[in-house]
């Protein structure tokens, strides 16, 4: 816990935000002392969001929601007492709360400038179950992504749920000061369900429990989930411009990952329109005379 308290402390000199120390030293000792008491290893400590409005994650493997808490901590105990649950939170926080997802839960805060009187309200986000929708319909279009490379995927997907998250929480907090933030929320909260079950990821993760490092997926995927998928790809570049406009505390997608998101995606909307299909080594090939000439 003294790691993560120092970490935290050094990371708000960094940003020049040394008016938000207190509260981000007392909220991550209560967070990561809950975290080792109460949740499931691994547990990460990250500093996210922007400059102007850094937020302290602490990140672990269970997903059962944190007790909200209740008034009734003693304001006079508040600087001196760690161990006494997300009420002190609440007190160094303008906002708060905690995101759940399939494999584990993060549970954030925005540090105030100072700890307050009364404890700021907290939300718990994450885990929207989409409609159940299994049925085949008649104008579905089969779609088969050749030699996908499984590590790609996982990062593809890893990057995904980072950036769903972070522009979630961003609009959660300061929806007024990034109101593209709320804007490429909404437009993740569409397409989760499609996504999810869509996409061929119960074959990845059978190839995956086999120990392969590549995969043919075949699925069957409706006009609007591939419709859905070409919003994706602008979304994602729309992301990338908005991490380098706004400053977030998370990276903008490399090339690399450009190019197999590019690839995995854009064979759903090609295939859709009727082209064959392009294995990953082929395109790969392809991008790299293109980028050679």
């Given at each position: 816990m003294q790691n993560?308290?120092?970490?935290?402390?050094?990371?708000?000199?960094?940003?020049?935000?040394d008016e938000l120390t207190e509260c981000a030293e007392l909220g991550v000792s209560e967070l990561v002392t809950n975290?080792?008491?109460h949740a499931e290893a691994p547990i990460q400590v990250r500093v996210r969001g922007t400059r102007e409005h850094p937020r302290v994650e602490v990140r672990d493997g269970s997903t059962e929601p944190p007790v909200l808490p209740t008034e009734?901590?003693?304001?006079?105990?508040?600087?001196?007492?760690?161990?006494?649950?997300?009420?002190?939170?609440?007190?160094?926080?303008?906002?708060?709360?905690?995101?759940?997802?399939?494999?584990?839960?993060?549970?954030?805060?925005?540090?105030?400038p100072e700890p307050g009187e009364t404890m700021v309200d907290g939300v718990i986000t994450g885990r929207m179950e989409g409609p159940d929708d299994d049925v085949a319909h008649p104008d579905d279009v089969t779609v088969a992504i050749a030699d996908?490379?499984?590590?790609?995927?996982?990062?593809?997907?890893?990057?995904?749920?980072?950036?769903?998250?972070?522009?979630?929480?961003?609009?959660?907090?300061?929806?007024?000061d990034y109101p593209l933030a709320k804007n490429l929320s909404d437009l993740f909260g569409t397409l989760e369900h499609d996504l999810r079950e869509g996409m061929g990821s119960?074959?990845?993760?059978?190839?995956?429990?086999?120990?392969?490092?590549?995969?043919?997926?075949?699925?069957?995927?409706?006009?609007?989930?591939?419709?859905?998928?070409a919003r994706l790809i602008e979304l994602l570049d729309l992301a990338d411009a908005f991490c380098r406009a706004e400053r977030l505390l998370?990276?903008?997608?490399?090339?690399?990952?450009?190019?197999?998101?590019?690839?995995?995606?854009?064979?759903?909307?090609?295939?859709?329109?009727?082209?064959?299909?392009?294995?990953?080594?082929?395109?790969?090939?392809?991008?790299?005379r293109s980028s050679v000439s």
């Amino acid at each position: 816990m003294q790691n993560a308290r120092r970490w935290v402390v050094d990371a708000c000199a960094d940003m020049g935000r040394d008016e938000l120390t207190e509260c981000a030293e007392l909220g991550v000792s209560e967070l990561v002392t809950n975290a080792l008491l109460h949740a499931e290893a691994p547990i990460q400590v990250r500093v996210r969001g922007t400059r102007e409005h850094p937020r302290v994650e602490v990140r672990d493997g269970s997903t059962e929601p944190p007790v909200l808490p209740t008034e009734g901590i003693d304001g006079d105990d508040l600087l001196l007492t760690f161990g006494r649950g997300l009420g002190i939170v609440a007190r160094c926080a303008t906002a708060w709360g905690a995101d759940i997802d399939d494999d584990g839960k993060v549970v954030w805060f925005t540090p105030a400038p100072e700890p307050g009187e009364t404890m700021v309200d907290g939300v718990i986000t994450g885990r929207m179950e989409g409609p159940d929708d299994d049925v085949a319909h008649p104008d579905d279009v089969t779609v088969a992504i050749a030699d996908v490379p499984l590590r790609d995927y996982q990062q593809f997907q890893r990057h995904y749920r980072e950036l769903r998250r972070e522009v979630r929480l961003l609009a959660l907090a300061h929806e007024a000061d990034y109101p593209l933030a709320k804007n490429l929320s909404d437009l993740f909260g569409t397409l989760e369900h499609d996504l999810r079950e869509g996409m061929g990821s119960d074959q990845i993760e059978l190839a995956l429990s086999a120990g392969d490092e590549v995969a043919d997926i075949e699925v069957r995927v409706h006009p609007g989930t591939v419709e859905q998928i070409a919003r994706l790809i602008e979304l994602l570049d729309l992301a990338d411009a908005f991490c380098r406009a706004e400053r977030l505390l998370s990276l903008a997608r490399t090339p690399e990952q450009q190019q197999f998101q590019g690839w995995f995606l854009g064979e759903f909307v090609r295939q859709a329109a009727g082209e064959q299909p392009v294995a990953w080594h082929d395109a790969a090939v392809t991008s790299r005379r293109s980028s050679v000439s």
